[in-house]
């Protein structure tokens, strides 16, 4: 296991801004893919956004893009996503999951949960309209 910990949910007014971090208490960290995904009330958890460890690229669900930015720091086995603009229908309890990464592989696995092997137990998102 790798052990995941999110952290910085909170509540905000439509259009505020948050920036959620994973922290992993792993030295392997930059062997894995690091997604963020979500589910809000009454709905399936979907993949929001990912990066790869391979090439740093990342992928984006088409309702966040331009608004939301994910990135990695492998120094500080951490991952971000910072949250700008936020909706409404943003509002969900945000994982942070890992799988690990390899060449090869379509460049939006990562936002698929199935190929993800650790999650985090989430941190709540609150926008109020």
């Known amino acids: 296991q790798v052990p995941l910990v999110e952290s910085g949910g909170g509540t905000v007014e439509s259009g505020g801004s948050l920036r959620l971090t994973c922290a992993a208490s792993e030295d392997s960290f930059r062997r894995y893919a690091m997604g963020w995904f979500r589910q809000a009330p009454g709905k399936e958890r979907e993949g929001v956004s990912c990066?790869?460890?391979?090439?740093?690229?990342?992928n984006y669900d088409d309702s966040v893009k331009g608004r939301f930015t994910i990135s990695r720091d492998n120094r500080k086995n951490t991952v971000y996503l910072q949250m700008n603009s936020l909706k409404p229908e943003d509002t969900a309890v945000y994982y942070c999951a890992a799988g690990v990464d390899y060449a090869g592989l379509t460049s939006t696995w990562c936002r698929n949960q199935g190929g993800m092997e650790h999650w985090g137990k989430g941190t709540l998102v609150t926008v109020s309209s």
């Open positions: 990066i790869r460890n391979i090439d740093g690229t990342t």
